[in-house]
């Protein structure tokens, strides 16, 4: 494991450099932040560590929490789009991002981001992002309390995971479980799964996962975008602290990818 960890660390030391860096890929995300302490502090998180990153990788980063920059002028001077936490709700902007990607705009997306579900503040009534874009329907239910899990690599042969190992230990998040079958989606390419040797994953009896198949990673050969399902910190509810356990970026392989994933999608857009 020591290995490994010095291996991930000499990659993104060497990631930002090399002349298929010369024009900056230029990264905006777009975010919510206003309940669940555990997709707060993600956020909070994430919008340190990028600007960090960017200065080392050529990446430039900027965010907002208004979402009507969601608009065609806005994302035109950006090259990947970040959902940290959630999704644009008016239908303007809805309409904006998805004439953005269909003209080959980078996408990423977190965890809470690909969260749909009827009867709640975010109900599924965006059918296009949910089915056809993301491929996995509704959320139907997830693990709890937040645990890491032994991700296996689908594709070894992808450009976004072809370095990574073929299996790897996360960071504690809660994982999604979606109403649709991932597996039987053409357009979707899956990345990363849940191993079984993370069985049994969860602590509490009726969110824990014993066995099934579970993507955690995947992208749609018809857009240029890519969906993470991490991106909950473990935070001390039961005690009643809020205090964070847990931290989605100090997983070197989990940064990998992230940081691969954005020099990838950036660069292709670049190329349209």
């Not at 975010?122 to 959320?139: K, T």
């Amino acid at each position: 494991m020591k290995l490994l960890l010095i291996v991930c660390s000499l990659f993104l030391l060497t990631l930002g450099t090399g002349p298929q860096n010369k024009n900056k890929v230029n990264v905006v995300a777009f975010y919510t932040s206003r309940n669940d302490q555990a997709h707060i502090t993600f956020v909070h998180e994430a919008n340190k560590w990028f600007p960090r990153m960017g200065s080392q990788y050529n990446f430039t980063y900027d965010s907002t929490n208004d979402w009507s920059n969601m608009n065609a002028e806005f994302l035109a001077r950006y090259d990947v789009v970040l959902f940290l936490d959630t999704r644009p709700e008016k239908q303007e902007q809805r309409h904006a991002f998805r004439k953005y990607m269909e003209k080959g705009g980078g996408w990423i997306g977190f965890h809470f981001a690909g969260f749909a579900l009827n009867d709640s503040e975010f109900p599924q009534n965006w059918d296009w992002y949910h089915n056809s874009f993301l491929g996995c329907g509704e959320f139907v239910s997830n693990t709890w309390r937040p645990t890491s899990a032994v991700l296996k690599v689908e594709d070894r042969k992808h450009p976004l995971t072809k370095s990574l190992p073929p299996k790897f230990k996360t960071t504690p998040s809660e994982w999604y479980k979606w109403s649709r079958d991932l597996r039987t989606n053409p357009d979707i390419k899956i990345l990363l799964s849940v191993d079984p040797s993370s069985f049994p994953l969860g602590t509490k009896a009726d969110e824990t996962w014993h066995s099934g198949y579970y993507p955690i990673a995947w992208t749609n050969k018809n857009y240029n975008m890519l969906y993470i399902n991490w991106g909950h910190n473990d935070i001390d509810y039961e005690g009643g602290t809020n205090k964070e356990l847990s931290f989605q970026f100090d997983n070197p392989i989990q940064s990998k990818l992230i940081l691969t994933g954005l020099l990838w999608l950036g660069r292709r857009k670049q190329l349209q």
